[in-house]
């Protein structure tokens, strides 16, 4: 009976795209914008505050290759909070507590090195009743870093025997992953409603002199371009967005 069902199903089609192409129809492929709801209570969860980011916890120097850079880039999880700040605010759908103020709450306040843990989740819910919001977003991050050898190949032209041959090139490439872990904790319940880990990478060749050298350049820019792309795949979760769907319509032959 399934076979059946499934040969059935398949003459169906066959007879369409038969009578499609058979009339003369062309297919025209066109963009629609489709809206995509929030993940979250957005009638519920319209104020929201962002407290600063807090490094995540340590790990081993290096794991499976990964390198732990986050030294070099201490101080910036408020930045990460001030980055998502200027995000969300240019969302309609919610009011966000501007920087000042949330740096005049938090003006020598021990934030908590737990996120996480039930008396973070109490004391962030805490600061955003005193800020007046519905949610506070918060969480942690962590920055790596590898290398690994990496060869190109490439088809080159050889004057001595007069024809393409295959070539190659030995590089060291490098990469950069940013680790960025998102929660949102509800002022009245005093609980995270939202946890979520966004990841991004980005990759550079290098020789073994210019890899030296970018071990002790500043990854600050690299850092910064990251985070934008994490919280990017945060706010598309949160915020009602359109996206873009392929349909396809038929022609009536002239």
Not at 197 to 202: G, I, K, L, M, T
Not at 209 to 215: C, M, N, R
Request: proline share 3%.
């Amino acid at each position: 009976m399934k076979n059946f069902k499934s040969l059935s199903l398949t003459f169906s089609l066959l007879i369409f795209f038969m009578g499609v192409f058979g009339c003369g129809q062309r297919m025209l492929e066109i963009g629609v914008p489709v809206k995509v709801d929030s993940e979250i209570d957005i009638d519920r969860y319209q104020k929201l505050a962002v407290l600063p980011f807090v490094q995540g916890e340590l790990y081993a120097k290096s794991s499976n290759g990964l390198l732990d850079n986050n030294a070099s880039i201490e101080n910036m999880g408020p930045e990460i909070a001030l980055m998502l700040r200027h995000r969300l605010s240019r969302h309609r759908a919610f009011e966000v507590v501007d920087s000042q103020e949330t740096a005049e709450m938090i003006a020598g306040e021990n934030l908590p090195g737990n996120v996480f843990g039930v008396e973070g989740q109490k004391q962030m819910a805490q600061i955003g009743e005193y800020l007046e919001s519905s949610a506070v977003i918060t969480g942690s991050f962590r920055f790596f870093t590898t290398s690994e050898p990496r060869r190109h190949y490439r088809e080159r032209y050889s004057p001595g025997l007069q024809r393409y041959v295959s070539d190659y090139q030995d590089y060291l490439q490098k990469n950069y992953i940013l680790v960025l872990r998102v929660v949102l904790v509800d002022v009245d319940s005093q609980k995270i409603i939202w946890d979520d880990v966004y990841r991004a990478s980005a990759s550079e060749a290098h020789s073994l002199g210019t890899l030296i050298v970018s071990q002790i350049a500043s990854s600050d820019s690299t850092f910064r371009r990251l985070t934008r792309q994490s919280i990017s795949q945060f706010i598309k979760k949160i915020a009602p967005h359109y996206e873009r769907e392929d349909r396809y319509i038929a022609l009536s032959p002239n």
